[in-house]
T-cell receptor, first 113, second 109 residues
Framework: IAGITQAPTSQILAAGRRMTLRCTQD?????MYWYRQDLGLGLRLIHY???????GKGEVPDGYSVSRANTDDFPLTLASAVPSQTSVYFC????????????FGSGTRLTVV | GQNIDQPTEMTATEGAIVQINCTYQ??????LFWYQQHAGEAPTFLSY??LDGLEEKGRFSSFLSRSKGYSYLLLKELQMKDSASYLC??????????WGAGTKLIIKP
């Protein structure tokens, strides 16, 4: 693993089903983030975690939950998927220091039908 | 509300120079980032400005004016591989990143 790994790469999901998007980093970064990216819109923050054991809500948290049991893993769960959750999901992390840019995973393309 | 504005799309010629503008209105300011995102890929970090002025990194430069709520990304000696979306993001008073929708840059031979 180098950087951030997301799984799955893509998924077609029936509405009403539960789904967990996985995110793992090996950089020992404290801060981690989940974004969704939709055509014509900027990246929108779903949930974040400043350090292991803590999480916070972003701009669009409804319908999503996260956990941060350790530094490396930050899974995102859709409890009951709806078509409006069709999007590309990016996990990101940030190292120490204000100037450190975010490192992004390769994304999960989710289609809810 | 918080707002980041960038042009939706720009076209430029290989070998030329292009400037991508970004204006912002946010609750506080703790730095501005530029990212590059190729189609179907993740965003990658290009530059960070926190003080006014120009930051240069090879063919890419980024400028910031905090009093005007304005930044630009300057790309010189354009190459075909520079065809991508360029995302502007501002870190607000809560140290959260607010993202623009991105500027799709099309490079023509």
């Amino acid at each position: 693993i180098a950087g951030i790994t997301q799984a799955p790469t893509s998924q077609i999901l029936a509405a009403g089903r539960r789904m967990t998007l996985r995110c793992t980093q090996d950089m020992r970064h404290n801060a981690m983030y989940w974004y969704r990216q939709d055509l014509g819109l900027g990246l929108r923050l779903i949930h974040y975690s400043n350090t292991a054991g803590t999480t916070g809500k972003g701009e669009v948290p409804d319908g999503y939950s996260v956990s941060r049991a350790n530094t490396d893993d930050f899974p995102l769960t859709l409890a009951s998927a709806v078509p409006s959750q069709t999007s590309v999901y990016f996990c990101a992390s940030r190292g120490q220091g204000d100037g450190n840019g975010y490192t992004f995973g390769s994304g999960t393309r989710l289609t809810v039908v | 509300g918080q707002n980041i504005d960038q042009p939706t799309e720009m076209t430029a010629t290989e070998g030329a120079i292009v400037q991508i503008n970004c204006t912002y209105q946010t609750s506080g300011f703790n730095g501005l980032f530029w990212y590059q995102q190729h189609a179907g890929e993740a965003p990658t970090f290009l530059s960070y400005n926190v003080l006014d002025g120009l930051e240069e990194k090879g063919r890419f430069s980024s400028f910031l004016s905090r009093s005007k709520g304005y930044s630009y990304l300057l790309l010189k000696e354009l190459q075909m591989k520079d065809s991508a979306s360029y995302l502007c993001a501002v870190k607000d008073s809560n140290y959260q990143l607010i993202w623009g929708a991105g500027t799709k840059l099309i490079i023509k031979p």
